[in-house]
T-cell receptor
């Protein structure tokens, strides 16, 4: 079963507007972490934001915020004031594994965001 | 901070030829290391991971193998490439420390095209 689901293959937004990229996850662990990465056409993975399962407040990093709804198992990324340079693939990922043992990142299939002038 | 060097950046190889992709890590010791593959337009699939020298675990059965001859060196290999091995290969590391919030670093990737 898919552990990270990103239902939006592509999203369009106009420059300076806000956009929400959806991510739902599936886990029975109590302790887990959720990440968002940006992948431009060069292929590098750029870390954007992290949310721990025990964090009570939604994570924010500059123009990025994470709308964490634990009961619904969703961790949507909100990008405010979109810029042309935000055009890229965006991946949601979940850290699996016990906190004192081996851990790995499991990724969704990604959402391609296109920002238009 | 951790830095990952991955090479080559781009590779075009004929079907049936061997493969060797190398990843080296700086700025940390005893990291967990990972090889991911991204097929065109798709997400990242974990291929192999390693928790120490000589310790390799495979996530999916495939035509590839991995080795970790040194603490900060992770190698992805194949004896005979298939067309389906084409993709973007990313090396990643995680330092097994108590900071659980972040810690993951990715290399710049190798774009492999098998022809």
């Amino acid at each position: 079963a898919q552990k990270i689901t990103q239902t939006q293959p592509g999203m369009f937004v106009q420059e300076k507007e806000a956009v929400t990229l959806d991510c739902t996850y599936d886990t029975s662990d109590q302790s887990y972490g959720l990440f968002w990465y940006k992948q431009p056409s060069s292929g590098e993975m750029i870390f954007l934001i992290y949310q721990g399962s025990y964090d009570e407040q939604n994570a924010t990093e500059g123009r990025y915020s994470l709308n964490f709804q634990k009961a619904r198992k969703s961790a949507n990324l909100v990008i405010s004031a979109s810029q042309l340079g935000d055009s890229a693939m965006y991946f949601c990922a979940m850290r699996e594994g016990h906190s004192t043992g081996f851990q790995k990142l499991v990724f969704g299939t990604g959402t391609r965001l296109l920002v238009s002038p | 901070s951790q830095t990952i060097h991955q090479w080559p950046a781009t590779l075009v190889q004929p079907v049936g030829s061997p493969l060797s992709l190398e990843c080296t890590v700086e700025g940390t010791s005893n990291p967990n290391l990972y090889w991911y593959r991204q097929a065109a337009g798709r997400g990242l699939q974990l291929l192999f991971y390693s928790v120490g020298i000589g310790q390799i675990s495979s996530e999916v059965p495939q035509n590839l193998s991995a080795s970790r001859p040194q603490d900060r060196q992770f190698i992805l290999s194949s004896k005979k490439l298939l067309l389906s091995d084409s993709g973007f290969y990313l090396c990643a590391c995680k330092t097994p420390d108590r900071n659980l919030n972040y810690g993951y670093t990715f290399g710049s990737g190798t774009r492999l095209t098998v022809v």
